[in-house]
């Protein structure tokens, strides 16, 4: 079956620009994660959805950062005002349920490449 | 919140017995621990989860010691194609939300 997917696999934007960064889970699964992997480091971890909501939103960057998810499927992340810093492969992931017992094993999409110039 | 230790990087030989060690404190409770293998470019892929014990599948085998505080993935006679990073995942209960808290990874080199 399908994995989940990314779009776009690339994007170069200007300083100050918005960008929006698309995911589309895994149908049927109920939990969505986005990542942030800047060159050479780990996974952060920046927001999970429950169906269509995000119960904490504490994990974003900054105030430029927004996320939704609509109809329990597609989520966008949205940067505002794009700065050099938020260039990182954004990772987008869903698993049948969200953590707690063994449903929730995360599958990855193959990531959006930011570069801010 | 969870703080998740790995050992930074591995090197190893073809054939050997690979093991990564994870230390995860304040793991929640009802929270499983997963293991998960990235190469350059891709997303992470799921190799391996479990609660308590050992656990094993047709890659790998996961020992959770009974306090849960750490973890420990083993790869039996590891090739060249296992050169990879290897990161442990646990989920935080904080506030009764999650946080999901990738280990600080470990580069696996596999040498001939």
Same mark, same amino acid.
């Given at each position: 079956?399908?994995?989940?997917?990314?779009?776009?696999?690339? @994007?170069?934007?200007? @300083?100050?620009?918005?960008?929006?960064?698309?995911?589309?889970?895994?149908?049927?699964?109920?939990?969505?994660?986005?990542?942030?992997?800047?060159?050479?480091?780990?996974?952060? %971890?920046?927001?999970? %959805?429950?169906?269509?909501?995000?119960?904490? @939103?504490?994990?974003?960057?900054?105030?430029?950062?927004?996320?939704?998810?609509?109809?329990?499927?597609?989520?966008?992340l949205?940067?505002q005002?794009?700065q050099?810093?938020?260039?990182?492969?954004?990772?987008?992931?869903?698993?049948?349920?969200?953590?707690?017992?063994?449903?929730?094993?995360?599958?990855?999409?193959?990531?959006?490449?930011?570069?801010?110039? | 919140?969870?703080?998740?230790?790995?050992?930074?990087?591995?090197?190893?030989?073809?054939?050997?017995?690979?093991?990564?060690?994870?230390?995860?404190?304040?793991?929640?409770?009802?929270?499983?621990?997963?293991?998960?293998?990235?190469?350059?470019?891709?997303?992470?892929?799921?190799?391996?989860?479990?609660?308590?014990?050992?656990?094993?599948?047709?890659?790998?085998?996961?020992?959770?010691?009974?306090?849960?505080?750490?973890?420990?993935?083993?790869?039996?006679?590891?090739?060249l194609?296992?050169?990879?990073?290897?990161?442990?995942?646990?989920?935080?209960?904080?506030?009764?939300?999650?946080?999901?808290?990738?280990?600080?990874?470990?580069?696996?080199?596999?040498?001939?």
């Amino acid at each position: 079956g399908a994995g989940v997917s990314q779009s776009p696999s690339n @994007k170069v934007t200007e @300083k100050g620009k918005d960008v929006e960064l698309r995911c589309d889970p895994i149908s049927g699964h109920t939990a969505l994660y986005w990542y942030r992997q800047s060159l050479g480091q780990g996974l952060e %971890f920046l927001i999970y %959805f429950q169906g269509n909501s995000a119960p904490d @939103k504490s994990g974003l960057p900054s105030d430029r950062f927004s996320a939704e998810r609509t109809g329990g499927s597609v989520s966008t992340l949205t940067i505002q005002r794009t700065q050099q810093e938020d260039s990182a492969v954004y990772l987008c992931a869903s698993s049948l349920e969200v953590a707690g017992g063994p449903y929730n094993e995360q599958f990855f999409g193959p990531g959006t490449r930011l570069t801010v110039l | 919140l969870a703080k998740t230790t790995q050992p930074i990087s591995m090197d190893s030989y073809e054939g050997q017995e690979v093991n990564i060690t994870c230390s995860h404190n304040n793991i929640a409770t009802n929270d499983y621990i997963t293991w998960y293998q990235q190469f350059p470019s891709q997303g992470p892929r799921f190799i391996i989860q479990g609660y308590k014990t050992k656990v094993t599948n047709e890659v790998a085998s996961l020992f959770i010691p009974a306090d849960r505080k750490s973890s420990t993935l083993s790869l039996p006679r590891v090739s060249l194609s296992d050169t990879a990073v290897y990161y442990c995942l646990v989920g935080d209960m904080y506030s009764g939300t999650y946080k999901y808290i990738f280990g600080t990874g470990t580069r696996l080199k596999v040498l001939a």
